[in-house]
């Protein structure tokens, strides 16, 4: 039997809202119609939608609105029947079942009942080709970002060996600082930063472990700019660094290098993957380089596509990626190298200036 057509969908996810809506609230959803989009959030959040989301979309006020279902019920079913839904899409993969099971309740109407389908991952496949207003943003977060690098980067180079050296927790707050400082709105995520044999944990939490003179040190940060995250990682070697030390970093720069050359539009995030992973199984330390190569980037930190062996759909032109192979060595050090890049039909577009 062909499956009936969907006539609306319930929009929960926060990233998809905001990408849809501009709507930047902890508190609401979108129902898409065919002919009319809606947000309902309530009256903590009614001026910012009112300031700030795109114009067409009406807001319906609900007070309270996930804890309220008696009052959603009113507005809820004069929109569905008013637009005729009988089937809805919602997005498995981020409506809990409390939340689901209310709108179950209140679906059902003097339509009769209303059919759920999931539309997962449809909003975050749209997502992946970004705009230029978006490629905009996501630079204007990382040279920010690279802004907060250079002086950290400075702080490790003189601080190093010092008597008056400092903690990993230190410079992980310096950043934040720092990243309000040039601009940003937020964080992306917390900053890792790792001293010494500590950088052999990939996202290490950074602690009170304090910077001796031939430390290793990782630096992975990305901050947030009129919502978009910028992303990259950075490995600062001691000032004479131990031949291993070298020969480990020239070989994840390598890897990395030669997947920002190869990568284009239209081959899988697997073979994306392949490039730099294959360079570090063949010098020898595949088994140290276990995370993924990369991961799409924009709203959300992490976002589609992935650069990893079980993600075998295609790159899209236009979509913005990290690029980030790396080599831990338990005990001992790790080195990991990450730019952004914006995928292209011949190849990328590097979107991180920072040296390496
Ligand atoms: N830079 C953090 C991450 O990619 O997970
Ligand atoms: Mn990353």
Redesign the pocket.
Known sequence: MPHPPIQAKLITNRSNISYLSGFTGSAGFMLLTKNKDYLFTDSRYIERAKNTIKKGIEIIDVTRVWRNPEELKKSWQKILKKHRVKVLGVEEDDLTVAKFKKFKKISKSKNGKIKFTDISGEIETKRETKTEKEIQLIKRSQRINEKVFVEIKKIVQVLRGRSSTISEMDLAWKIKELAHKYGADDIAFDPIVAFGKNSAIPHHQPGKTRLKKQDVTLI?I?VKYKGYCS?M?RTILPRKPSPQQKEIYNIVLTAQKEAIKKIRAGITGKKADSYSRSIIEKAGYGDYYEHAG??G?GID??ESPSLSENYTKKLKKNSVI?I?PGIYIPGKFGVRI?DMVIVTEKGTTNLTKTSK
């Open positions: 992975d990305g992303d990682t990369g991961h980037i930190i992490h990290t980030e990450e």
